[in-house]
């Protein structure tokens, strides 16, 4: 049976994420912070038939992602899917324009989206290239790809997540022509905020395609 690790897995398109792979067949692999929460994901799965567990870890903690990595490998085997998808933050408590951007208060975020999805990916990716099969996804806000799509007080979010977009396009540069797949999907909705369109359970439906489908660098979601 498959694999998916969901990084940064919550109540909404991580789970639905969850649920979309779990009915066609995937075990799950949830981490997040919280092991109270990841309990309780893992049981709304397990209810509906998936396998699927959860590993806590702090993303902007490096070793604790390690650490999670070997855990769901000991549990479930090889990771066939990576799907990175923190939850939009800001580490420092507050929005940065560019006016007011310094080193000190962009290393957070540049922390919890490109070290974070680096780190992650370095514990799947060579036994991926070793096998030559595999898939890696990487999720954003819209500003990741259109910086002018926010405000300019997030100016701090749009440069690490823009540089998270330009690691994960790289390494499907290199790995195009091969059996492991990377595809970087940002999205340009307030999940949850409105209608049908907006709801985790809708965007989820994009990943398995871009999943089964393995075309194409990057696959926006814009409902503007």
């Given amino acids: 049976m498959p694999t998916i690790a969901i990084v940064g897995a919550g109540s909404g398109l991580g789970l639905s994420i969850a649920k979309v792979f779990g009915r066609n067949g995937?075990?799950?692999?949830?981490?997040?912070?919280?092991q109270e929460k990841l309990d309780g994901l893992a049981a709304e799965l397990r209810e509906a038939g998936t396998e699927a567990a959860g590993f806590t870890a702090d993303v902007t903690d490096r070793p604790s992602l390690v650490a999670a990595f070997t855990r769901i490998k000991e549990r479930f085997g090889q990771v066939d899917v990576l799907e990175y998808s923190p939850a939009?933050?800001?580490?420092?408590g507050a929005m940065i324009a560019p006016l007011d951007a310094t080193v000190e208060n962009?290393?957070?975020?540049?922390?919890?989206?490109?070290?974070?999805?680096l780190t992650a990916a370095q514990q799947?990716?060579?036994?991926?290239?070793?096998?030559?099969?595999?898939?890696?996804?990487?999720?954003?806000?819209?500003?990741?790809?259109d910086v002018f799509a926010g405000p300019p007080e997030?100016?701090?979010?749009?440069?690490?997540?823009s540089?998270?977009?330009?690691?994960?396009?790289?390494l499907n540069q290199v790995l195009t022509g091969t059996g492991v797949y990377v595809a970087h999907v940002p999205i340009f909705a307030w999940i949850g905020s409105g209608g049908p369109e907006t709801q985790a359970d809708t965007i989820a439906e994009l990943y398995w395609d871009v999943y089964t489908k393995r075309e194409g660098a990057e696959h926006p979601y814009d409902i503007r």
């Fill in 163 to 170: 540089a998270l977009r330009a690691y994960a396009l790289k």
């Fill in 88 to 92: 939009p933050k800001t580490s420092t």
């Fill in 26 to 34: 995937f075990s799950v692999a949830l981490v997040a912070r919280t």
């Fill in 106 to 117: 962009l290393q957070p975020e540049l922390e919890y989206y490109l070290y974070g999805g």
């Fill in 124 to 145: 799947v990716l060579p036994e991926m290239i070793e096998r030559d099969a595999g898939t890696l996804l990487f999720t954003t806000g819209g500003s990741s790809l």
């Fill in 154 to 161: 997030f100016g701090n979010i749009a440069v690490a997540t």
